[in-house]
């Protein structure tokens, strides 16, 4: 099995390392090469602020929801892309995970179930961190109990309508 990357994905990673050694927060490196998956504290930064900041400044240079569409705020990147964009992206990945859910299921949901209104209304703000994604999420003990959420029935559909209700949508 060959592993090398193709021509179109060497170019592809050359601007995704381009684009990150330009772009990354390079004075957080090596307090995130040292923090575990899910287990982030930055001493002297508000993780979920860090987040959105690099989130959005992903989403402006194309670099967010990679997969989704390109009319939805996406790239409509190939799975390898995202691997490769992965790769490069590396420790900074971190910052962005509390969108991990909207990108990989709230987002792709109402792109196949929503309204186009709602599509376009709310699809590319929330691949930017406009239209911030909780950190928690309905699987979590957490979330609070006027959400409605701890039914073993509840759709994905039921909680992409309801966190409007509950985020910052100005």
Same mark, same amino acid.
């Given at each position: 099995?060959?592993?090398?990357?193709?021509?179109?994905?060497?170019?592809?990673?050359?601007?995704?390392?381009?684009?990150?050694?330009?772009?990354?927060?390079?004075?957080?490196?090596?307090?995130?090469?040292?923090?575990?998956?899910?287990?982030?504290?930055?001493?002297?930064?508000?993780?979920?602020?860090?987040?959105?900041?690099?989130?959005?400044?992903?989403?402006?240079? %194309?670099? &967010?929801? *990679?997969?989704? /569409?390109?009319?939805?705020?996406?790239?409509?990147?190939? @799975?390898? +892309?995202?691997?490769?964009?992965?790769?490069?992206?590396?420790?900074?990945?971190?910052?962005?995970?509390?969108?991990?859910?909207?990108?990989?299921?709230?987002?792709?949901?109402?792109?196949?179930?929503?309204?186009?209104?709602?599509?376009?209304?709310?699809?590319?703000?929330? %691949?930017? &961190?406009? *239209?911030?994604? /909780?950190?928690?999420?309905?699987?979590?003990?957490?979330? @609070?109990? +006027?959400?409605?959420?701890?039914?073993?029935?509840?759709?994905?559909?039921?909680?992409?309508?309801?966190?409007?209700?509950?985020?910052?949508?100005?």
């Amino acid at each position: 099995m060959n592993f090398d990357d193709t021509p179109q994905e060497a170019e592809f990673r050359a601007t995704a390392r381009k684009w990150v050694d330009a772009n990354a927060p390079k004075e957080l490196e090596a307090e995130l090469s040292k923090s575990s998956l899910g287990r982030i504290r930055l001493q002297h930064h508000d993780m979920v602020e860090v987040g959105k900041a690099w989130q959005k400044k992903k989403a402006e240079g %194309g670099w &967010a929801c *990679l997969h989704w /569409p390109k009319e939805y705020g996406g790239r409509g990147a190939t @799975p390898i +892309e995202r691997v490769i964009w992965q790769q490069e992206e590396g420790v900074f990945g971190k910052l962005t995970q509390p969108f991990q859910i909207g990108e990989g299921m709230c987002g792709p949901t109402v792109m196949a179930f929503g309204s186009e209104e709602h599509k376009r209304h709310y699809l590319p703000r929330r %691949g930017s &961190a406009v *239209l911030p994604m /909780p950190v928690y999420w309905p699987w979590s003990s957490q979330c @609070p109990p +006027e959400w409605g959420l701890h039914s073993p029935r509840t759709t994905m559909m039921r909680t992409c309508r309801l966190i409007p209700k509950y985020c910052d949508v100005s």
